[in-house]
Structures are given as structure tokens and as C-alpha cells.
């Protein structure tokens, strides 16, 4: 006899490994066509101007190419990108065109799209297209964009989309009478996802059906078909968007860009298929960027360290265009400041500022890593001011166990009202504490050893899952008494087959070799799907199973109780595999049905969860050189209920490593004229295998989450919150000696030099 | 023009553009679509398969460059069967998510361990810091190759002892 749930919870090896190991996946530049074209896009160089011609008559001219479209080829209207997340009317002046129409506002905007006989003709074309562009004065930064003295959108009349506002208690009354406080100011640098795998598109157009089937979606399948049929006038049921192997998501890859409507356009506008794969340059000038944000916060406190409140403002630039979520974290800046913390009275606005630079969207932990970063910086910075320990501080001051659900501050204008849903908060910090051996290494803290300085540090985060309004699955028992699993969520990379297999073996009670197959590719699997963001999959798509799977044992016992010639209600089925009836009669449930028997079952769900817990570093920094090397590195996360401990620690700690890439390393440059300066991944740094060796994740369930019947919360991005905060801080406690208090991301070593070397002349002075 | 060389153990002759990449020939020619292009500018290692037994950026070598040569990509590294012991390795470490670079760590710790199979976790940083990967943070990678040392080891000397 199997036991009951014994798949979730275990370290089950990935299914996808298989294919991914032998060169057997199959992206989307791996799938090819007859008679395809291939698509190249003529991207400007000009940050801001006005478009006087397009010349594309040498190009046309050229053997192989066969068309060239821009602006004018799409019709009246250049259909705009909309909003996925946070769809305010405030937003809709600031939408991206899918192609530049008259003005040209980042560097990498469309200009017009090659269509040619091989990807090499085509961009060959793209050189000889004359674009004549009237270049308008840049707007490089925040602060010029506040200024409204160059325009973005002239019929708007400012720069400024809109500010968010986050607001619990009575801030100005905390302040008022708060025995301490404390303003500083912050800053996190523009980096992004950088998922290895480029994007691609490969749209087919059947003129004689009217359907179009676009390969290369992922994430947010259905709300691309959305969008895509209404700029296409078509309907819904004429569009299908086929997700491949997707090489990895982190809130960027999937997201509606304008690529997404122009390669379906192009092969209804040739009949031929049409393909096109990004280049690594275009990657980096046209994929959302994200985390560019500033604020200027201030602290109330008690003397004991009680935080009273919280206030000020946040920067967010967002870019040149308000598209799909690049509100979310502007938004998740304004409503996450206070993270674990119990901060009773807290009055943020946070300034959505467009600017002539790639448009911004989510990153993993959006928000909330900015937040941490600013946050966790600051506590550091009081607890010294009032005299207390930087744990202790932080212990004082987390949720209790016994105020879940805690209220966290209410986001205007986008009415939103949440909650921190389980968990014991202060038992993840002393566990990390605990693991990274806090008690001795503390002992080293500021400590000069060989050269170099050694430093600790400890924040704590939340991260939020779970995003509704819904998910859905179908579940079909085949013929051959196997079970087939299809579900609206969306496979990045995440191994999203593993876990569900996992899920809907154990409500099944079967083996995992009994699920035929996990398909999540495909508008068409299931009526309606929302994908795959906001730590959502598992809670969503597996709650979704986990009814699919009872709605499926209910359409068994009946079809079993017709042959068994009893009520269903007298049906038992066993293992799985078979039904048995009153009597012991029993009915195998292979080939209980010629055509499958299947079941839809969906969750729906209005609040988040929330995983969270700690992450603690030493590290020792050279003072002379300014180089960090990370000595050690914990992070420990509760998630409510793992469904496989080995890929959740994966995610926790590759999590992590982005996270210190942004915090060490990541930096999206650009000079005042708005051109991007880190155009190759030899000038935008990530990680390599030799950067980070010393990581560890401590991964735990001791508090579900009441609000879903796994009890999972959204996990994956705990990993990156913390460590833009820590790693500042380890930093800090390492440089007290020269007075060193980073402010801003990313700690190169020319930052920290330039900060030790002020530290030293105001000793001196 | 036309270049001959040898792919996974069989003789290849294809017709290419001088500008044609190598990595180009093997995906879109040879159809061998288990060699990734991540960057197409000689960083990520998505791409790298071995030429005569050395790791190579398929993307920084043209396709007539390879004339003659031997060459194995992440397909020739497998078998239908089952995974190989450096697959294995991979799979129980968890060390692919997204498994876009993954055929560019199979390749090049392929190349490594051939070389070195007694390689420390040090080393295996070194030679691993030419692969990109987004996803893992590469501690399980590098916890699999060093897992997977002991594979290599007999081979090796058996070579040596012919």
C-alpha cells in the first residue's frame, strides 16, 4: 500500500531533466518551418526624437528580402501595449506603440521589421534602412524627468505617470511626539532579469481557416491571446499560443512586448511564417529593466527601538512607457517598506517618473528587494543611533506569531488591502542566526584580518505569492489507465512539471509514473489560465489540480457505478487504478472509458501568501581595493508546505545569486544622451560559477498558509529579497572603522573605495 | 562553400556562407538544436562543443573553420537509454532549472573531467566560470561534476595504459 501524500514533501528528481540533459529540449528557436521568413527589427539610436522618414527602398532592393513594414503598414492606429498589472486610466497617455510612430523614446524602439529569405539577409537590410531622426533633448534621469522641461508626451504635458501612495495609521501624529528620528536617503541601480535563453517568436498565419498559432509564448499565455486577438481583430478561438521550453522567466520573459504583436502581424501580412530570435544586444536594450528606484525615507522611533513610523518618498523610473506590470514595483515599493516589521503608522508615496531609458517591469522580489535594500540599510543605521543591537532591533520590531493576519498598508490609488497571512517571523531569523554561527562569527565584525576588514550582517524579508483572481487544470484519464494533467499555469524553467506531477499523483493516489504527462503549454488546454508570476504556480495551479483531481474521482465513481450497478456513492476507487463496489466487485479503470474520461477544476483566490524568513552573510572587505568576497552566506525560508524540497532549495539559492549579482555587480549604465553603455554581456556583469561559492539554504514548512488547501505559499524569490540589504550591511559593519555607510547598489569597488577614502579624509580632519 | 568535417561520429558535408557561425551550421543546417545560443558573442557558453576534444564557443567559430575537424556536441554526449553518469549527476544535484546553458556545462565539464578527472571544487569553479547560468547560482553544478569525477577516472586510465 501507497501512503497518502507521500510525493509532496519529497526530493523527487525533475521529469524535465531528461530532455533538458540530452540537447532534447525544445525552445523556440529550436522549432523551424517551410517557407519561413525571418524577422530582424531596425531599433533606434536616438533616445528621444522626432521621426522624419523612414527610407527602406535600398533594403527592399536587396536579393532575399522580402518585405520591410513600419508604422505606416499597420494601419490607423499602431495598437499600444497595455497593461496587464494595475490597468489605471492614469497609464493609458503612457503606452508603448508596438512600432515607433512619430517619436522615438528609448534607445532599441522598433523602427521597422525585416522580413527576409535567412536571419543574415535581414540584417543585412537593417543597415541600409536610412532612418532620419530630429533628436530632442534626452531625458536621462529622475531628476531632469520632474523637471518637465523635455516631454515625453507633449499632449500630457508632464513627465510624472502617477504616484502611489501607502498610508496605515497616523504617520504625522507618530512623528510629532517620536522621542527619535532619523531621514536618510537611498538609491538601487537599474538591472534585470537576463534570462539566458533570448526571446523568440514564430507566428504562422492559416489565411484559409482565418488562425494564427504563434509559438515562443510563456508566462501570461492567455492574456497575450487577450491582447492579440483585439489588436488583430480576431477572435479569442482563432489564436493559439503554443509555449516551447522557456530558458528562464524571472518576471521578465513572457510579458507583452511589441515584438508580440508584430510577428503575428507579419506573417498575416506576408502568408508566410515568420520567425524571429532577439540577439543578446537587443536583449539588453528591449527586455524590461527594472529596480532603478530612489527614496528619501524617514524613521520614528521609541528609545527602546520601537519603530513608530515611517515616511517619505520613493522614486521609481520607469522608463519610457507605462507597459503590461511596469507599475508593480513602484507599487510593491510603496506597500512593502515596512517588509516583516510592525511599523503601526506609515504615510510613502512613490513617484512613477518616465524617462528616455528601456521601460521597466518586474524582476523577481519587484520591489521588495529595493525595499530590503532601503529597509534593512536604515535599521542598521538607527539601531546604532539608539544604542541597541542590530538583532535585538530587528527581534523587537517583526510581526509576533500571535498578530497573523497582520494588516499591511493600504496602496492608493489602486485600492488594495492586504495582509501577512502565517508564520513565526522571529523563529526563521534565530534559525539563521543559528546557522551562520552568529554568536562566534559576530566576534569578527569590523575586525582587521590579513588586509582585510570582516563584516556580518542579518535582514529578514517577506515575499508575496499567489496572485489571483484564478487558475485552472483538467485532468483526463486515458484509455490506458494513465492520467494526463493539463493546466493554465506556465512552465519558465521552474520545473513546474515535477511539482505537479508530485501534486496530482498524491490526490490521485497514484505513482508519478502513472501521470502520463504535465502540459501547461498551450491556450488551448484549459478553458481559461492565468500563468505563471507573482510566485503564483504552485499555490494556484496546484490548488487547481488538487480539484481537477476530486471533480475526476466523482466522474469516475460514476461511470464505475453504471458498469458496477450500484449508486456512485457506494464506489471506492483503489490505488487509482481501479473501482471497487458493494461486494467487492470491481472494475478496472483501464479502459473503463474508449475516449478518457476528464475533469476541469479550478481555484479561485483573492489573498496572497507570504513565505519569508532571514538571510545572514560575513563577508571580509579589502579597504585598499574595495572587493567584497562573501565568506558566507545563509538564507532561511519557511514556505508554508514544500512540494519538493531539492528543486525549492534550488530556487533559494540560485535566488540568492541573483540577488548578489544586483547587489555587487548588476548595472544597467546610461549616459546623459540616454544611449545604454552595457550593451554585451561583457560589460553587463552577472554572477559566474567562480563569484559566490559559499551559499547555503535552509528551506522549512512550519507554518502553512491558511489560505489555499496545499497550505504552499509562492516560493522563489525569498532567495533575492535580502541581499542588496545584507550584503550593504555586512559592508558597513566590515568599514565601521572609516565611518563607511553604503547608500546606494551596486557595491562595486570603486564605491566602497570611494567611500572608504571620505571615511578616512573626515577621520582625518 | 562546402565543408567537411565529423559530428557526434559521422562524416558531415554541408554547404555554408563563409560567415556562417559554426554553432549556426549545427543547429540550423545539422538540426543538432541541443547546442543554445545565448549571447552569439563569445560570454555565455550556451554554445560550447568540442572540436578535437577541446571546449569551444561554437558562435566564435565559423562552420568552414571546422573543416576536418572532430566534433561532439550535447547529442553526441548522450544516449537513448538512459543519462550518462555526468547527466545523472546533474539530475540528482539539481544542478539545471531552465536547462537553457545546461548543454554548455554537460560540454565543458565533459571537456574538463577528460582532462583532469581528479579536478578540485576550485578548478571546477575556474573552468565553469566560462558558462553563464541564470537559474541555479551554480553550487549544484559544481557539486555534480565533482560528483561525477569518479566516472571519468577508469577511462582515463584505460587511455593511458593504451
Known amino acids: 500500500m501507497r501512503t497518502v501524500n507521500s510525493l509532496i514533501g519529497s526530493p523527487i ?82 503606452g508603448q506603440p508596438v512600432i515607433a510612430e512619430t517619436k522615438v523614446r528609448y534607445v532599441g524602439e522598433a523602427l521597422a521589421l525585416v522580413l527576409a529569405d535567412s536571419p543574415a539577409i535581414a540584417e543585412d537590410a537593417l543597415g541600409v534602412i536610412e532612418v532620419d531622426i530630429e533628436p530632442l533633448p534626452a531625458v536621462p534621469d529622475r531628476h531632469a524627468s520632474a523637471k518637465n522641461e523635455s516631454l515625453l508626451f507633449e499632449d500630457v504635458g508632464r513627465n510624472l505617470a502617477i504616484k502611489f501612495r501607502a498610508l496605515r495609521g497616523d504617520a504625522a501624529a507618530a512623528f510629532q511626539d517620536a522621542p527619535y528620528v532619523r531621514r536618510e536617503s537611498f538609491r538601487v541601480q537599474r538591472h534585470f532579469a537576463l534570462p539566458m535563453e533570448p526571446r523568440g517568436l514564430l507566428a504562422e498565419w492559416d489565411a484559409a481557416r482565418g488562425r494564427l498559432t504563434v509559438n515562443g509564448g510563456a508566462k501570461v499565455l492567455f492574456f497575450n491571446r487577450r491582447t492579440l486577438a483585439r489588436q488583430m481583430g480576431l477572435p479569442e478561438s482563432a489564436i493559439e499560443i503554443l509555449e516551447n521550453d522557456v530558458g528562464g522567466g524571472f518576471g521578465a520573459r513572457g510579458e507583452f512586448y511589441p515584438e508580440d504583436f508584430l510577428i503575428p502581424f507579419a506573417a498575416r501580412f506576408t502568408g508566410r511564417p515568420v520567425k524571429w530570435t532577439e540577439d543578446r544586444r537587443e536583449h539588453l536594450m528591449t527586455v524590461n529593466h527594472a529596480r532603478e528606484a530612489e527614496c528619501d525615507i524617514e524613521i520614528a522611533c521609541r528609545r527602546d527601538g520601537t519603530v513608530l513610523g515611517l515616511r517619505g518618498h520613493a522614486y521609481v523610473d520607469v522608463g519610457a512607457y507605462m507597459r503590461t506590470n511596469g507599475a508593480v514595483s513602484a507599487r510593491n515599493i510603496a506597500q512593502f517598506m515596512s517588509g516583516p516589521y510592525r511599523i503601526p503608522n506609515i504615510d510613502i508615496d512613490v513617484a512613477l517618473l518616465l524617462t528616455n531609458k ?42 509576533s506569531h500571535r498578530e497573523m493576519p497582520y494588516a499591511i498598508a493600504t496602496i492608493t490609488p489602486y485600492e488594495s488591502k492586504d495582509e501577512l497571512d502565517s508564520g513565526d517571523y522571529h523563529s ?26 570582516h563584516g ?64 501547461h503549454g498551450s491556450t488551448s488546454y484549459v478553458s481559461d489560465g ?69 475533469a476541469e477544476g479550478a481555484f479561485l483566490n483573492k489573498k496572497h501568501t507570504y513565505t519569508y524568513g532571514a ?99 509562492g516560493a522563489g524569490e525569498g532567495g533575492i529579497i535580502a541581499a542588496g540589504g545584507v550584503m550593504a550591511n555586512a559592508v558597513a559593519n566590515a568599514l565601521g572603522a572609516f565611518r563607511v555607510e553604503p547608500r546606494q547598489l551596486p557595491l562595486t569597488p570603486a564605491y566602497i573605495w570611494e567611500l572608504v577614502q571620505a571615511g578616512s579624509r573626515r577621520a582625518a580632519e | 562553400m562546402s565543408v567537411r568535417f565529423e559530428v557526434n561520429g559521422k562524416p558531415v558535408a554541408v554547404t555554408v556562407e563563409p560567415r556562417t557561425t559554426l554553432a549556426d551550421c549545427l543547429r540550423h543546417q545539422l538540426r543538432l538544436t541541443g547546442t543554445h545560443l545565448g549571447c552569439e ?69 565533459h571537456a574538463l573531467l577528460s582532462e583532469e578527472p581528479d579536478c578540485d571544487a576550485a578548478r571546477v569553479r575556474e573552468v565553469l566560470s566560462g558558462n553563464l547560468c541564470r537559474c541555479t547560482g551554480y553550487i549544484s553544478i559544481v557539486e555534480a561534476v565533482l560528483d561525477a569525477r569518479a566516472a571519468y577516472k577508469p577511462k582515463e586510465r584505460a587511455r593511458d595504459r593504451a
Open chain 1, 456 to 519: 556580518l550582517a542579518v535582514g529578514c524579508f517577506i515575499e508575496g505569492g499567489a496572485a489571483g483572481p484564478k487558475e485552472s487544470a483538467r485532468i483526463v484519464l486515458e484509455p490506458d489507465g494513465r492520467y494526463t494533467v493539463y493546466v493554465g499555469s506556465s512552465g519558465i524553467g521552474q520545473g513546474l512539471e515535477t511539482a505537479f506531477a508530485q501534486i496530482a499523483a498524491d490526490a490521485l493516489e497514484i505513482p508519478m509514473d502513472r501521470i502520463r504527462g504535465v502540459f
Open chain 1, 428 to 453: 526563521t531569523l534565530d534559525r539563521c542566526l543559528e546557522e551562520i554561527g552568529w554568536a562566534e562569527k559576530s566576534k569578527l565584525a569590523g575586525k582587521l584580518i590579513d588586509g582585510r576588514c
Open chain 1, 530 to 598: 492565468y500563468g505563471a508570476y507573482h510566485s503564483r504556480s504552485v499555490v494556484m495551479g496546484g490548488s487547481a489540480i488538487l480539484d481537477a483531481a476530486s471533480k475526476l474521482r466523482e466522474a469516475i465513481r460514476a461511470r464505475a457505478a453504471d458498469q458496477l450497478g450500484c449508486p456512485a456513492s457506494e464506489v471506492q476507487i483503489v490505488e487509482g487504478s481501479k473501482a471497487v463496489g458493494p461486494r467487492g466487485a470491481s472494475v478496472s479503470l483501464t479502459g473503463l472509458s474508449t475516449d478518457g474520461i476528464a
Open chain 1, 13 to 94: 528528481e525533475r521529469v524535465e531533466d531528461l530532455r533538458f540533459l540530452r540537447g532534447r529540449g525544445q525552445y523556440v528557436d529550436d522549432v523551424t518551418r517551410e517557407g519561413l521568413l525571418h524577422a530582424a527589427i531596425l531599433r533606434s539610436s536616438v533616445a528621444h526624437g522626432r521621426i522624419r522618414s523612414i527610407d527602406t527602398s535600398v533594403a527592399l532592393a536587396l536579393p532575399g528580402v522580402h518585405s520591410v513594414i513600419t508604422a505606416k503598414d499597420i494601419g490607423n492606429r499602431v495598437p499600444r501595449v497595455p497593461m496587464r498589472l494595475q490597468p489605471l486610466p492614469d497609464f493609458e497617455p503612457f
Open chain 2, 41 to 109: 558573442h563569445g560570454v555565455c557558453g550556451a554554445c560550447t562543443v568540442l572540436v578535437d576534444g577541446a571546449a569551444v564557443r561554437s558562435c566564435l567559430m565559423l562552420a568552414v573553420q571546422a573543416e576536418g575537424a572532430k566534433i561532439v556536441t550535447v547529442e553526441g554526449l548522450s544516449e537513448d537509454r538512459d543519462l550518462t553518469p555526468l547527466q545523472k549527476s546533474f539530475r540528482k544535484h539539481h544542478a539545471l532549472q531552465c536547462g537553457f546553458c545546461t548543454p554548455g556545462m554537460i560540454t565543458t565539464a
Open chain 1, 358 to 399: 528601456t521601460p521597466v517591469g518586474t524582476y523577481r522580489g519587484p520591489g521588495r528587494f529595493e525595499t530590503d535594500f532601503f529597509r534593512e540599510r536604515l535599521f542598521d543605521m538607527v539601531a546604532q543611533d539608539v544604542g541597541l543591537d542590530r538583532v535585538e532591533f530587528r527581534r523587537r520590531n517583526l510581526v
Open chain 1, 615 to 713: 538571510h545572514a552573510t560575513h563577508v571580509a572587505v579589502d579597504p585598499k581595493l574595495g572587493h567584497v568576497e562573501l565568506l558566507d552566506y545563509v538564507v532561511v525560508e519557511d514556505c508554508g508546505r514544500m512540494i519538493n524540497p531539492l528543486t525549492l532549495r534550488g530556487q533559494a539559492i540560485g535566488s540568492v545569486v541573483q540577488g548578489l549579482g544586483g547587489a555587487v555587480m548588476e548595472h544597467l549604465a546610461y549616459d546623459e544622451q540616454g544611449q545604454l553603455l552595457t550593451g554585451s554581456l561583457a560589460d553587463y556583469l552577472i554572477p559566474t560559477a567562480s563569484d559566490f561559492p559559499n551559499i547555503r539554504a535552509v528551506v522549512l514548512e512550519n507554518h502553512p498558509s491558511p489560505i489555499n488547501p496545499l497550505g504552499a505559499k
